[in-house]
């Protein structure tokens, strides 16, 4: 009878001063305060018109392709001998990734609030080919910020983006990563404050991009339980996604976090592994801080200077997490681990070949914990893993791995 | 013990002039070289110092405190080496005003409690801190006032009337107005708009309020410190180290020497900038008046 008290709901979070217990916050410079403030007027606003969710509904279904299936994967559960495995496949979206769903339902926000200029920050350079495109869908200029060493290695998406009519500022500073592309995005904010939107790509920054990121993003959880409910009759055992910022994970996750009996386990990038400083595990191996606006789990030296980290993937090759789920992680409702990058290698190979569907190096990492965790359970056990975007981006990346002509 | 912001502007207001702040990065390039910058401050006209805290990832600052930053963590510099910089400033100097600047992170890690403290004991004045508006002043803002420390808090273009008094409501010692909306070491462009600004800011405190932001040359001083009570130099101080860093990051003359250098320009800028100020009204309401005698 000794159990922490939980919380009634999962669900209800934030509070009014954009806090998930101890996590999340509006720790930003004065100048950008007023504008966070005008952005939650406007979110409340947006929230509550149906109007609002009529367009985003309207274009989610004609533009992106929504629903996105959930497709039993018959040859993989096969494979593994246990659990059956489905995949939400938001890889199927218009742009190859999810990261589309929150795209649109910023640009709206943008609109609603007179704004002229996109800026969005990228890793793997989805959100920047998501940003790209809803900015040339609705007529906006956009610059897009990207750290020097992804521009390298995500190339396909920096000429698809330059072809969207986005302008592709290589970010040299730190590692050159989505942490320091980031910096340059706020610097860029706090510049142009009038004109100026920044489209945030994931569930974090200042109140109330967490929270409006995770909304926009909970379409993937919302579908899944439907289709869940048609194919099996049932809610599945477990949901699996890989966490960077955590957009995709918070989307499947949000919907289901009050059924108690639905396990849920997000995947960090445990890169060359979690001795050194060579990973992206925050979770796993950070500590609670605060940067880039909110106070959440990040990888940091005893000083609070703030470590830059490694993935093979672009998109998790940052030092942070979204910071619901670090109060995710600490009220025990979500479990973190880390896969390596040699495992979602593997894992990447393994699906390519089993079920013909090329996976980003993102969920290439969740599916590697599925992997280890399917035959352990049984044949009557269901596991929806979030396959949240498709891998034509790394091919070139992953045949470098390989030793292989790309 | 006397509060040394108060006492400082309080002597300003009889000498009729303005307070050159003047920051630097603590710990750039090193704990000894930032030192001797850190001494020659004061001797060299600055009346507040801004202790820079070196952080990795300064969202609010342009390339050269950026770079300054990065040299100081690269240097070995960490919060309490920072401190131990103030403690040994205060043994030769107990009057002027030294204001800690820099990002919360680093702070939060080595624990707002012990900060406060650490701070109070090394003969810190103030604090300011970038990325704590008034919403999260429970995180150390009101400890810091509870535990003898300034709170100073930016205002900008942006804070407009109606949110003015939440951002006047906790902050002491004096008001900081960013010029514009941007990053550290860009150009400034509009002056009188800027005394604008600091005129609005004064409708709404009896604090003094100092501009910075921008201002790099003794000219930008003179007519920056016109309309307010300080002018922030920041950029500037940390380029004139940078400018004496040859590429293997050893010095090619003595920071210190650079540095008072400029200050000393900068401290003339601010001296002249109230008597420019009267001599232009002077002109404008005699316009076809003979020119008054040189000042220098």
Redesign the interface.
């Known amino acids: 009878m000794n159990q922490p008290a939980e919380p009634n709901s999962f669900r209800t979070g934030p509070d009014e ?1 954009g806090m998930f217990g101890i996590f999340g ?11 966070i403030l005008d952005l939650e007027a406007h979110w409340d606003a947006a929230k509550k018109d149906p109007a609002f969710k009529a367009e985003l509904d309207q274009l989610g279904k004609h533009y992106t392709g929504r629903p996105s299936p959930l497709y039993f994967a018959e040859r993989l559960t096969e494979h593994l001998g246990g659990a059956k495995i489905y995949f939400k496949r938001d890889e199927l979206n218009h742009t190859g990734s999810h990261k589309i769903n929150n795209c649109l339902g910023q640009i709206l926000l943008a609109r609603r609030m007179g704004k002229t200029r996109i800026i969005a920050e990228t890793g793997a350079g989805q959100h920047g080919v998501a940003s790209a495109t809803v900015a040339a869908r609705f007529g906006l200029p956009c610059v897009v910020y990207m750290g020097a060493t992804d521009v390298e290695r995500q190339a396909p998406n920096v000429f698809r983006m330059k072809l969207l009519g986005a302008e592709v500022k290589p970010v040299s ?2 590692h050159g990563t989505l ?1 320091d592309a980031m ?1 340059e995005a ?2 860029d904010w ?5 004109d100026t939107y920044y489209l945030i790509g994931t569930a974090a920054g200042p109140h109330p991009y967490p929270e409006l990121v995770r909304d926009f993003q909970s379409v993937i959880g919302q579908e899944a339980k439907e289709q869940m409910l048609e194919a099996e009759g049932r809610l599945p055992d477990m949901l699996v996604a890989a966490v960077g910022g955590g957009s995709n994970a918070i989307g499947l996750f949000h919907p289901f976090l009050d059924d108690r009996g639905v396990q849920m386990v997000g995947v960090e990038a445990g890169g060359r592994g979690l001795e050194g400083d060579e990973h992206c595990a925050s979770l796993t191996a950070g ?1 609670p ?5 909110n ?1 959440t789990y ?1 990888l ?1 030296n ?5 470590k830059d980290g490694h993935s093979i993937s672009a998109g998790l090759d940052y030092p942070g997490i979204g910071p619901e789920h670090s109060w995710l992680k600490e009220s025990g409702r979500v479990e973190y681990v880390p896969i390596m990058d040699t495992e979602a290698l593997e894992a990447f190979q393994l699906l390519t070949r089993l079920e013909g569907i090329i996976p980003a190096l993102e969920p290439a990492h969740a599916l590697a914990e599925v992997i280890k965790r399917a035959p352990k359970m049984g044949r009557d056990k269901v596991i929806v893993m979030n396959l949240c975007g498709r891998g034509d981006k790394d091919i070139f990346s992953v045949a470098k791995h390989l030793g292989m002509e790309a | 013990m006397a509060n040394r912001i108060d006492a400082l502007f309080e002597k300003l207001r009889s000498e009729n002039r303005p307070a050159l702040v003047t920051y630097f990065m603590g710990g750039d390039p090193d704990y000894d070289t930032s030192l001797s910058v850190m001494k020659a401050l004061p001797k060299a006209g600055a009346d507040i110092i801004e202790l820079g805290m070196p952080f990795s990832d300064p969202m609010a600052d342009g390339p050269a405190i950026q770079a300054a930053g990065l040299r100081a963590l690269k240097g070995g510099q960490t919060l309490k080496r920072t401190l131990e910089m103030a403690r040994t400033f205060r043994e030769g100097d107990d009057a002027t005003p030294v204001v800690m600047m820099g990002y919360y992170n680093p702070i939060y890690i080595y624990g707002v409690e012990r900060f406060v403290a650490d701070a109070k004991a090394a003969g810190i004045d103030g604090l300011i801190i970038v990325d704590l508006p008034p919403e999260m002043d429970e995180e150390l803002c009101l400890p810091a006032l509870k535990g003898g420390l300034n709170f100073i808090r930016l205002a900008t273009p942006t804070t407009d009337d109606k949110r003015l008094p939440k951002v006047l409501e906790n902050t002491s010692g004096f008001v900081y107005y960013v010029s514009m909306t941007g990053i550290t070491g860009s150009a400034l462009t509009d002056v009188p708009k800027v005394g604008a600004a600091v005129a609005r800011i004064k409708s709404h405190t009896d604090l003094p309020v100092c501009v910075g932001f921008g201002v790099k040359t003794a000219d930008q001083a003179r007519a920056i410190g016109a309309a307010a009570d300080g002018v922030v130099v920041g950029t500037a101080i940390v380029n004139a180290v940078a400018n004496v860093l040859g590429p293997d990051g050893k010095t090619t003359a003595d920071p210190a020497e650079a540095v008072a250098t400029l200050v000393r320009g900068l401290a003339d800028g601010v001296r002249e900038a109230r008597l420019a100020a009267a001599e232009q009204s002077w002109r404008g309401n005699n316009p076809s008046g003979s020119r008054p005698e040189e000042r220098r």
């Not at chain 1, 916050?25 to 504008?35: D, H, I, Q, S």
């Open positions: 001063q916050g509006r720790f930003v410079a004065e100048t950008l305060m007023p504008l500073s730190g942490k910096n706020l610097r706090v510049t142009n404050v009038d500590a801080g605060v940067l880039h606006g106070r990040l940091q005893e000083d609070g200077q703030i």
